[in-house]
């Protein structure tokens, strides 16, 4: 029935430029490609189709206030769809760019929504009740004569960003919300939990990041990963306790604490290898190219984790060489291309940091002794000669470095150690605990009020505003701790008129890199296997990234093979205790 009401229809999409009309149930315009819905109509809609068939979009309009709690009716899509709405304009406010929400984020919303059969897409009404009663989610039915378009599927408001049931489809589903809404707040949840486990992007908290990973990247934001989970662990970004954001009407209670609430850090793995599953899943094409001027290039990160890790500025120029000859900044090589297999998917700042590294054995060793022996030659180079540059001395490098790492750490341990995980909001599972729960909480916060009268505790500081550096250095200090104006002159020589380094050896991580697939991880990592300095540096990385050490020395071992082209040579024996 489309194709003989549309025939006539001939204009090219406003935002993809195809000729591939539907109609919606109000008798609009939609596009097939995108789904971009127009403002023309058409009077020429047979009435069986419309009764018959649907295109569920996202729409304004008031919820049923069907609920004796004075709730209205909403579904978990719903929720989620809040979440990412809250999460963007976090982000905006960080300073990303203003189109992410309306442009980037909507459309991957929208897409998902399509490709689960969620909204945007044609079902009847029997179909959905049926997959209702299978335990698939569901959403609700545009009936409006105005329909939004994609730049206010995220713009709307708290109460008015719903999903519109119409009458029809509200009565067909009537039985099944009334049994579900007993034991949870929206009408979907337990329906939402007992759906198929094996469906691996049934959507979650930890897939709202990769949502906004996945638009970021889109973007070329200057934002990396580590970044973006950082910030939400500092609380700039909404995840944590989320839903105390939830507008009043949407009642929150029973299984849907399992879906929105959040009692674990985000992990860094977790989030990338989602957002890697969600961009094959909605058939994404090759995602704009990371060229040398982009913020994630590894010329550029580099440029930021030297300047973090309080490390020589002339070490970018080393940095620069080795990303050049392995050929790790070429755009085939960094730019992701969904779904393709044949590729190796960059981890952008685990990249970067993996390049310092290796250009610190490739000058220092980090063998725990030959380091050691150039910071002596450093150390006496500037206490006789103090003309030029000082010359950079890894001991005193060290020594800094491990001072602020140690108060830094203690500081963020202490503070997840004293992180509550309940919210302001108060939660229940049913309607007949409530009261207890209400008095029970006034209780406990009526005893923290008394302790902390009596304990004489201050009111926690209001937080810092965010920051893409976790250490900072100023040249102006005259305490001499910081070092991006030392001199790599001590490790370096003149060769036929290019610099190389005085050190001919070199040790690898490994001598064979393991299978990924088999084994979950490319090499082995125990700090007691490795150099006490070698584990210095990796751990000062994985802190600025807040991930584990052996993502870093994964990343480490695969560099060292492609720069070596598998000449391998042995490792050194060298002692476990550093030297001081």
């Known amino acids: ?7 006539d229809f001939n204009e090219r999409c406003a935002q993809c430029s195809e000729v591939n009309w539907g109609l919606t149930d109000g008798g609009r315009f939609y596009c097939r490609s995108c789904h971009n819905v127009t403002e023309r109509t058409t009077d020429g809609v047979n009435a069986d189709f419309v009764c018959n068939s649907r295109i569920q979009t996202i729409s304004k309009g008031l919820k049923k206030q069907g609920k004796p709690d004075g709730g209205c009716e909403w579904y978990v899509c719903e929720g989620f769809q809040l979440v990412l709405k809250k999460q963007a304009e976090a982000l905006e406010a960080l300073g990303v760019c203003p189109q992410m929400k309306d442009e980037v ?5 929208r897409r998902y929504l399509q490709k689960t059969k969620q909204a945007y897409c044609n079902t009847s009404a029997g179909e959905t009740v049926k997959a209702l009663s299978v335990c698939d989610s569901s959403t609700d039915v545009d009936s409006e004569p105005e329909t939004p378009s994609p730049l206010q599927l995220l713009s709307l408001s708290e109460s008015e960003g719903d999903l519109q049931t119409d009458s029809s489809f509200a009565s067909s589903i009537s ?6 809404s007993v034991c949870s707040g929206s009408v979907d949840g337990s329906l939402y939990l007992m759906k198929n486990r094996k469906d691996k992007l049934r959507m979650t908290m930890p897939m709202t990041l990769s949502f906004c990973y996945m638009a970021l990247l889109w973007l070329r934001e200057p934002m990396t990963l580590s970044d973006l989970l950082r910030f939400v662990v500092e609380g700039h970004i909404p995840y944590l306790n989320v839903f105390q954001h939830f507008p009043e009407k949407m009642k929150l209670y029973g299984l849907d604490l399992k879906i929105f609430c959040v009692e674990s850090w985000p992990v860094y793995e977790e989030v ?41 500025d002339e070490l970018h120029n080393w940095t ?21 297999k044949s590729t190796r998917n960059v981890k952008y700042d685990v990249l970067a940091a993996a390049v310092i590294v290796v250009v610190l054995k490739l000058l220092f060793l980090l063998d725990d002794h030959y380091e050691w022996f150039l910071s002596d030659f450093a150390e006496e180079r500037n206490k006789n000669n103090k ?21 830094k750490q203690k500081k963020l341990d202490e503070e997840r150690a004293k992180y509550l995980w309940r919210c302001e909001k108060v939660l229940f599972y049913s309607d007949k605990k409530k009261s207890k729960v209400l008095k029970r909480r006034q209780m406990v916060v009526n005893l923290q009020n008394q302790f902390g009268k009596l304990s004489g505790s201050v009111l926690p500081a209001e937080k810092p505003n965010p920051s893409s550096f976790q250490l900072s250095w100023s040249e102006e200090n005259t305490d001499g701790s910081c070092f991006h104006r030392h001199s790599l ?10 610099l190389t380094v005085k050190n001919p050896d070199y040790w690898l991580c490994t001598v064979k890199l393991c299978n990924e697939k088999r084994c979950g991880h490319l090499a082995h990592y125990r700090e007691v296997d490795f150099p006490q300095s070698y584990h210095f540096v990796i751990q000062l990385f994985s802190f600025l990234l807040r991930i584990q050490p052996s993502y870093i020395h994964d990343e480490v071992c695969v560099i060292e093979h492609k720069l070596f082209n598998k000449k391998l040579c042995k490792k050194p024996k060298y ?3 550093l030297r001081k």
Not at 332 to 339: A, K, N, S
Not at 387 to 407: A, H, M, Q, R, T
């Open 1 to 7: 029935m489309d194709e003989e009401a549309t025939r």
């Open 105 to 109: 984020l909507c459309n991957f919303w």
């Open 175 to 180: 039985k099944v919300s009334e049994s579900t």
């Open 272 to 312: 990338h290898n989602k957002m890697l599953e969600l961009a094959a899943f909605l058939d994404l094409p090759r995602f704009p190219d990371i060229t040398d001027s982009c913020f994630l290039h590894p010329d550029m990160l580099c440029m930021k984790y030297l300047m973090e890790a309080n490390l020589p």
């Open 320 to 340: 620069c060489r080795v990303v050049k000859k392995i050929r790790i900044g070429e755009a085939d090589f960094l730019t992701l291309v969904p779904g393709n």
């Open 387 to 407: 003309e030029g540059g000082p010359y950079f001395e890894f001991k005193k490098w060290y020594n800094v470095i491990k001072c602020s790492l140690d108060v």
């Open 489 to 498: 002159k001590g490790v370096l020589q003149e060769k036929h008129g290019l």
């Open 575 to 577: 002692n476990t205790g």
